[in-house]
């Protein structure tokens, strides 16, 4: 929790964004049972919705990884999740792969998207 928690703060603050910001969190749906992720969107109040690794796929991102893929089924989860949640395109990715190795060595990778106006 500790790590996916400081993954988040410094992709907010890269968008010049906190935590009240945040109105969507998304992931593929391999981490639906992740604790740490599921610990943190519950002390926040956070919503989060898993998607299929076939959905992530369909989403045109910037930074597709063949890595990710061997290991998901798709090229992205970070920034495809995120533009996912935020019902958008490319043009509203604001913080693209963020990614951290925390103090307990264990890895996150968060990206942000801006939600339209209308949303």
Known sequence: MDTIARAIDEALAQASASLADVRAVASIDLKADEAGLLALATHHGWDIVFHPAAALAAVEVPNPSETVRRHTGTPSVSEAAA?????????????????????????????????????
């Open 83 to 119: 533009l996912l949640a935020a019902g958008t395109d490319l043009t509203h990715l604001i913080v693209e792969k963020h990614k951290l190795r925390g103090p307990d060595g264990r890895n996150a990778t968060v990206s942000v998207a801006r939600m339209p106006a209308s949303s």
